[in-house]
């Protein structure tokens, strides 16, 4: 596996796959790798075209709004590497952060998200979606992929990028991956390690809500006493709630009756934020 630092050694080894004829499908991340991460990958890899497979670790200091959760964000770069090195992917791309956020009056232009940010995350992480649309960007002019991956468990992000690339007529396919969790429905997250160990017990309750809820309206109940239902139910085990709402699963727009669309929540089980969402289909 080849490990890229910079612009240069990047930039070559892009070259070289377009002169071997070799597509390129790249899996953005911030490190501390989990399983999920590494479903990414293996979706990279099982292309049917055989793509040279690149994973870029970066913890993008534009996508936070609080320099305390920027500062304890886990760094893990070697036990990372020795995960892509043991996943057989063919480069990885650590980059300086002078190299895509650099210090400079110079560096003025943002991609605005738009309306798919006004709501949910956008709300509550004011200029998150502002910080990652920008950042992705760069890396999609640095890397130059065919394809990218990223995982549906941050799906507010998932349909930002997807509109991203279409508004913006980029050559890139967007493939989304379904949320890995562990075996008490959990959904992985770098975040995780961070909950104590009654956290921890009460923390899959999100999920297995998720999961009553859209159960409940497929029985045809009412959509407000159903999430008031929920919302009650997560405050009383210890959750903050952030939001909890059905929406349309293209445009993030809050559902007022029962249909098919997309459960987003958040809530914090003590510092810890935690971010699900579930599928609704109402035939």
Known sequence: MEIIRDLNQLSNWRQAQAKAGRNVAFVPTMGNLHNGHLDLVKAAQSR???PS??????????????INDLARYPRTESDD??????LNVDAVFLPKEADLTPKSDAFTIRIDPGELAAHWEGAAR???FTGMATIVTKLFHLVQPQVAVFGEKDYQQLQIVRRMVRDLNMPIEIVGVPTARAEDGLALSSRNRFLEEDQRRT???LHATLVDIAHQLRLGKPLDSVLETARTRLTSAGFKLDYLAL?????????????????LAAARLGAIRLLDNQPVVIE
């Open 247 to 263: 929406c349309h699963p293209d445009t993030l727009d809050p559902l007022r009756t029962a249909e098919s669309g997309i459960l």
């Open 203 to 205: 923390a899959p309750l």
């Open 81 to 86: 590497i020795a995960q892509l090195t043991r």
């Open 53 to 66: 497979v690149l994973v870029s670790i970066f913890v993008n200091p534009m996508q936070f709004n609080d």
């Open 126 to 128: 004011p200029g998150h």
């Open 48 to 50: 049917a075209d055989q």
